[in-house]
């Protein structure tokens, strides 16, 4: 089964920058990459700023989801004169013909990357068929 027909993108639901208001965070669409192994999907999610507290990630039967909030923090002892730094969130929603053993997900988050190891239903790993 190829990649394409197992993880899809789908449309993210977090408001779009234009929608933001100073309660909101700015709704980003992260940048991620998806590697194909005979054994799992390897993701990797750029979250710039996100921390572990900041983090959720979900998997049902359909879809894989990841979402990362991060929150400006402004040092103590001193005032912005200005500021570009919006607080952020991230959505990533996954969707998936329950190709996935969401029981056997593994993610990693360093450095702002987000490593997630996606393993592939035994239906779709490849076997070696012995001829009599």
């Given at each position: 089964?190829?990649?394409?027909?197992?993880?899809?993108?789908?449309?993210?639901?977090?408001?779009?920058?234009?929608?933001?208001?100073?309660?909101?965070?700015?709704?980003?669409?992260?940048?991620?990459d998806?590697?194909?192994?005979?054994?799992?999907?390897?993701?990797?999610?750029?979250?710039?700023?996100?921390?572990?507290?900041?983090?959720?990630?979900?998997?049902?039967?359909?879809?894989?989801?990841?979402?990362?909030?991060?929150a400006?923090?402004?040092?103590?002892?001193?005032?912005?004169?200005?500021?570009?730094?919006?607080?952020?969130?991230?959505?990533?929603?996954?969707?998936?013909?329950?190709?996935?053993?969401?029981?056997?997900?593994?993610?990693?988050?360093?450095?702002?990357?987000?490593?997630?190891?996606?393993?592939?239903?035994?239906?779709l790993?490849?076997?070696?068929?012995?001829?009599?």
């Amino acid at each position: 089964m190829s990649l394409f027909n197992t993880l899809i993108p789908s449309l993210s639901r977090i408001p779009s920058p234009a929608a933001a208001s100073a309660e909101a965070p700015v709704g980003l669409k992260p940048v991620f990459d998806v590697k194909e192994t005979p054994e799992a999907y390897r993701l990797s999610v750029r979250l710039p700023g996100v921390t572990k507290e900041g983090l959720e990630l979900t998997a049902d039967s359909e879809q894989f989801r990841v979402v990362g909030r991060r929150a400006w923090k402004q040092p103590e002892g001193w005032t912005a004169v200005h500021r570009e730094t919006p607080d952020s969130a991230y959505e990533l929603v996954l969707g998936h013909d329950n190709a996935l053993n969401v029981d056997q997900i593994q993610a990693e988050l360093a450095d702002g990357v987000l490593r997630v190891t996606l393993p592939k239903t035994e239906a779709l790993k490849p076997r070696k068929i012995a001829v009599n």
